[in-house]
C-alpha cells in the first residue's frame, strides 16, 4: 500500500506563504490522483486541491483559487501545494491523499498550517 509522508507544514503571517510537500512511498506511476484536504476546528474537512497524474487536470476549491498551487514531481515521487498570500482562514491541518491506479487509498498524517500575526 502507498505511504504518504508530509512535509512543510507550519507557522506564516497573512500574505506569507508555505509549501507543503507529500511524499509517496512507491512509483507514481501507480497513484492516479493526489490532492489536498484540509480541517480546521470547528468545521469539517475539505478538498482544498487535487492533481491527475501526469498535471493533466487540476482542481481548486473556491476559497484557494488564484492563490494555491498544486503541482508533481515525478521523480521524486512527491506532490506539492505552494500557498501564497495566506489568510487566517487558511489555518487548519492539512492532509495528504491519493488513490492508486489499483483503486487503493490513503491518508498522509497531516501538517498544521497556521497563519497568525
Known amino acids: 500500500q502507498v505511504q504518504l509522508v508530509e512535509s512543510g507544514g507550519g507557522l506564516a503571517q497573512p500574505g506569507g506563504f508555505l509549501r507543503l510537500s507529500c511524499a509517496a512511498s512507491r512509483s507514481s506511476s501507480s497513484i492516479y490522483t493526489m490532492g489536498w484536504y484540509r480541517q480546521a476546528p470547528g468545521k469539517q474537512r475539505e478538498l482544498v486541491a487535487y492533481i491527475i497524474s501526469g498535471g493533466r487536470t487540476t482542481y481548486y476549491a473556491d476559497p484557494v483559487k488564484g492563490r494555491f498551487t498544486i503541482s508533481g514531481d515525478n521523480a521524486k515521487n512527491t506532490v506539492y501545494l505552494q500557498m501564497n498570500s495566506l489568510k487566517p482562514e487558511d489555518t487548519a491541518v492539512y492532509y495528504c491523499?491519493?488513490?492508486?491506479?489499483?483503486?487503493?487509498?490513503?491518508w498522509g498524517q497531516g501538517t498544521q498550517v497556521t497563519v497568525s500575526s
Open positions: 491523499h491519493v488513490t492508486t491506479t489499483s483503486g487503493n487509498t490513503a
